[in-house]
């Protein structure tokens, strides 16, 4: 019967055992990805403040006191980090925080190295792991009154797919009874912010503990459970086999007591 009960168990519990590891996996997996999602769309939204400040005027392209409106990008420590890069790769304006590695030939990847990837896990120049976004796009147009088109012109941004054709350029025609400037060219940018990874992944190997952990206590107390369970389940049929054996097969009055 010690027997029966050892098969009971080996032919119960592992495959339960699997099937908890599996969905742990799973689990611990699609958490993981929502949180590399989540953190993706921060990059996103800060992209869009990023390129809401950059403006194409009368100067040229200009990000107006972004280091006191987005002070992260000021910073020499703990700093997240942009370019706005033109089509062939020269740089246009990159933040203040990059000003601090001047000895890093190459502070961000440039955009055109990995044609396909919007998102891109780098090192960053200070050492951290870090995540690199990249949107293309023509930024807003701001001329003031007697600027380069003799009035004032207002456009706003237009946002491209990346990696798009480079070198490409964007006519826009305005209005009727704008005589003066019948058309104007646009040259896109392309936008590179860049991000610590520290706490993402602080919080991703968290979960993984906690999902550890956790799996290792349920699958422990599964298994003892299942072992005393087993053992309570098959003592009546124990009881019933050991009660034959005290039976004088030679004796036909004898009967089984257990129940």
Same mark, same amino acid.
């Given at each position: 019967?010690?027997?029966?009960?050892?098969?009971?168990?080996?032919?119960?519990?592992?495959?339960?055992?699997?099937?908890?590891?599996?969905?742990?996996?799973?689990?611990?997996?699609?958490?993981?990805?929502?949180?590399?999602?989540? @953190?993706?769309e921060l990059m996103l939204a800060k992209?869009?403040?990023?390129?809401?400040?950059?403006?194409?005027?009368?100067? %040229?392209?200009?990000? #107006?006191?972004?280091?006191?409106?987005?002070?992260?990008?000021?910073?020499?420590?703990?700093?997240?980090? +942009?370019?706005?890069?033109?089509?062939?790769?020269?740089?246009?304006? #990159?933040?203040?925080?990059?000003?601090?590695?001047?000895?890093?030939?190459?502070?961000?990847? %440039?955009?055109?190295?990995?044609?396909?990837?919007?998102?891109?896990?780098?090192?960053?120049?200070?050492? /951290?792991?870090? /995540?690199?976004?990249?949107?293309? +796009?023509?930024?807003?147009?701001?001329?003031?009154?007697? %600027?380069? +088109?003799?009035?004032?012109?207002?456009?706003?941004?237009?946002?491209?797919? +990346?990696?798009?054709?480079?070198?490409?350029?964007?006519?826009?025609?305005?209005?009727?009874?704008?005589?003066?400037?019948?058309?104007? #060219?646009?040259?896109?940018?392309?936008?590179?912010?860049?991000?610590?990874?520290?706490?993402?992944?602080?919080?991703?190997?968290t979960v993984h503990s906690v999902l550890?952990?956790?799996?290792? %206590?349920?699958?422990?107390? @599964?298994?003892?459970?299942?072992?005393?369970?087993?053992?309570?389940?098959?003592?009546?049929?124990?009881?019933?086999?050991?009660?034959?054996?005290?039976?004088?097969?030679? /004796?036909?009055?004898?009967?089984?007591?257990?129940?």
């Open positions: 019967m010690k027997d029966f009960a050892q098969s009971v168990f080996r032919s119960v519990v592992p495959v339960t055992l699997l099937v908890l590891l599996t969905g742990g996996i799973a689990l611990d997996v699609m958490i993981a990805e929502r949180l590399e999602e989540d @953190f993706d992209s869009l403040g990023l390129i809401a400040l950059a403006e194409d005027g009368d100067d %040229g392209v200009e990000m #107006e006191n972004y280091q006191t409106s987005l002070p992260s990008y000021a910073l020499n420590e703990d700093a997240d980090y +942009f370019q706005l890069l033109a089509d062939n790769g020269d740089v246009v304006i #990159e933040s203040d925080s990059l000003s601090y590695w001047p000895d890093t030939d190459h502070p961000l990847p %440039g955009p055109y190295l990995q044609d396909a990837m919007e998102f891109l896990n780098i090192t960053l120049p200070d050492g /951290r792991p870090g /995540r690199l976004m990249r949107k293309r +796009f023509v930024p807003r147009l701001d001329y003031d009154e007697g %600027g380069q +088109f003799g009035h004032a012109l207002e456009l706003d941004a237009r946002f491209l797919k +990346f990696p798009g054709n480079r070198g490409a350029i964007f006519t826009e025609h305005l209005p009727e009874g704008s005589d003066q400037v019948l058309s104007i #060219e646009r040259r896109p940018l392309v936008l590179q912010l860049a991000m610590s990874r520290d706490k993402l992944e602080s919080l991703i190997n550890l952990l956790t799996g290792l %206590g349920i699958m422990v107390a @599964f298994v003892l459970l299942a072992r005393r369970g087993i053992r309570q389940a098959v003592k009546p049929l124990k009881s019933i086999t050991d009660e034959l054996h005290t039976i004088d097969d030679q /004796r036909f009055d004898q009967r089984l007591t257990s129940r």
